[in-house]
């Protein structure tokens, strides 16, 4: 791959009567023209990378006395040095040209890549592309599946090859990194109106060689809900080993290597990432998590267990599942579209997967926490809200929530997190947060990479158990001049989505149309 020269500046902006640098300040608008209200507490900005607006997700590998983060975008993938966490410095950019396959327009934005997966072994970078990628229209041939990239050197990233499968939007290592689980929408024929019902498996890609990819034909985790085909979405392994796949119907585990029991048959055999081990899992009530649609999850335990809640003889180490519901019918997240922490006690006999539609298994709610009512949260009915993904460091959640923003929230106690901790910027599309050292990365899909750090403030308030009070600032400092103040990003329903995977509308689309 081509090495760009040159390094990232990293802007130093305060926030809200912090120092600031020489950037003016931004006043980001609605539709009408009217200001965006933006709130901030406990947080400062310690660096912005705006040529990274489209940002996605997020990934870190460690290189000897090095560290080296890669962000996944709409343009493809770039590389920075962030040993000084405050000065993130560019490494290379593997540009959508050199992704697009036979037939693809590179004018139109690479899709979509929800969580960046790494192997930190073997220096290498997957990315799924998903059915909609450079604007692929439905009808057409449109290819998805897993480009897998060598960064042994993350200056002069390497395509190795590109495995063609049913799907490609999100893809994840298992077992070492020797195997890809790969989720999303398939594409399968259906004359089902309920587009999730057309999906509902994830593939299997055996990567031992990453020269050359073999997609297994078998599948895994059928009948996610209550016993009925619908679509997985996202797969996190926890510290033990255990695979987590979130979708329709709830967050399930397996183990995918070791000897088990198995909870269907009653045998103990052995688990493989080709034919695993249901461990544990089901939905969330409908009360707590209407749409039953799990975004992403996170089990603590093991080495991870001082992230998570406090263990109690209530909620014993490894019994609580956190996990994000992503709905949009609530402006402030009041009646879906929340963060649920759920208790694993009872599933572990292979409940959910023996659920039918007349006998439904859920899993009993401990905690639930949404902007809702919080002091800072846009006012609807038009604002862009949901939880997205999270990441959790020493019992502190960090959050994204479109366009309210990013949150901080306590989870000590799981029966009643609280936030610490808030930062909306004007104009801001919060996706996903990364904890690394002491900052939090996130990735803005419309603002790019910000560089956060929580104030001392914040563990101040996670120590007494205070929830922080927002206000609301019309102007904070950002990273676009005054003169050019950005509205808020048109965002319109995928086609084979909804809402579930926003696109932006009318950007480089040609015909206006949405387009990613």
């Not at 985790?221 to 987590?244: I, P, S």
């Not at 879906?336 to 659920?355: C, D, H, K, P, Y």
């Amino acid at each position: 791959m081509r090495v760009l020269a040159g390094a990232v500046v990293a802007l130093m902006i305060g926030f809200a009567g912090q120092s600031t640098a020489s950037a003016a300040p931004v006043v980001f608008t609605d539709e009408g023209g009217e200001p965006l209200p933006a709130a901030a507490g406990n947080v400062e900005l310690r660096a912005a990378i705006p040529e990274t607006e489209g940002a996605i997700s997020i990934n870190f590998v460690q290189y000897r006395n090095r560290d080296v983060m890669f962000v996944s975008g709409t343009w493809g993938l770039k590389t920075y040095d962030v040993t000084d966490t405050d000065h993130p410095r560019f490494l290379d950019h593997l540009t959508k040209q050199e992704l697009a396959l036979p037939g693809d327009d590179p004018a139109q934005r690479f899709w979509e890549n929800e969580d960046v997966t790494v192997d930190a072994k073997r220096k290498l970078v997957f990315l799924a592309r998903e059915r909609s990628a450079f604007g692929r229209k439905p009808g057409n041939e449109r290819p998805t599946g897993v480009y897998l990239i060598s960064a042994a050197d993350p200056a002069n990233l390497e395509l190795l090859n590109f495995a063609p499968m049913g799907t490609g939007h999100i893809t994840t290592c298992v077992n070492d990194c020797t195997y890809l689980w790969t989720t999303g929408y398939d594409g399968t024929p259906s004359t089902d109106p309920d587009t999730y019902r057309r999906s509902g498996k994830v593939f299997v890609t055996d990567i031992r060689d990453p020269r050359n990819p073999k997609t297994l034909p078998t599948y895994v985790d059928l009948n996610r809900n209550q016993g009925e085909t619908h679509m997985t979405h996202d797969v996190q392994v926890d510290a033990a080993g255990v695979a987590w796949v979130a979708g329709t119907g709830g967050t399930r585990g397996y183990w995918t290597k070791g000897r088990h029991r198995d909870p269907l048959t009653g045998r103990w055999r052995e688990a493989t990432a080709v034919d695993p081990i249901p461990y544990a899992g089901g939905a969330a009530p409908k009360l707590d998590m209407p749409t039953s649609f799990s975004h992403n999850s996170f089990r603590p335990v093991g080495r991870t267990l001082a992230d998570g809640p406090k263990p109690t003889p209530e909620h014993p180490a490894g019994s609580l599942l956190l996990h994000t519901e992503e709905a949009f019918e609530s402006a402030t997240c009041k009646d879906q579209g929340r963060f649920v922490i759920s208790s694993l006690e009872g599933s572990t006999g292979g409940e959910s997967w023996r659920a039918s539609p007349d006998k439904p298994f859920t899993l009993k709610t401990v905690g639930v926490w949404s902007p809702d009512d919080q002091e800072g949260t846009l006012p609807g009915p038009d604002v862009f809200c949901s939880a997205h993904y999270f990441d959790v460091q020493k019992r502190v959640v960090a959050y994204s929530w479109y366009e309210q923003g990013t949150r901080f929230l306590d989870i000590t106690d799981p029966t009643k997190p609280i936030q610490i901790a808030y930062w909306r910027p004007e104009g801001a599309v919060s996706w996903a947060p990364y904890f690394h050292r002491d900052r939090v990365f996130l990735a803005d899909f419309a603002r790019g990479v910000e560089v956060l750090k929580l104030s001392k403030a914040a563990y101040e308030a996670q120590e007494t158990r205070t929830n922080v009070q927002l206000k609301t600032t019309a102007n904070p400092a950002g990273v676009r001049p005054a003169e050019a103040p950005r509205k808020r990003l048109p965002l319109a329903p995928d086609p084979d989505y909804g809402y579930g995977c926003p696109m932006l509308f009318g950007r480089g689309c040609g015909d206006g149309s949405a387009c990613c």
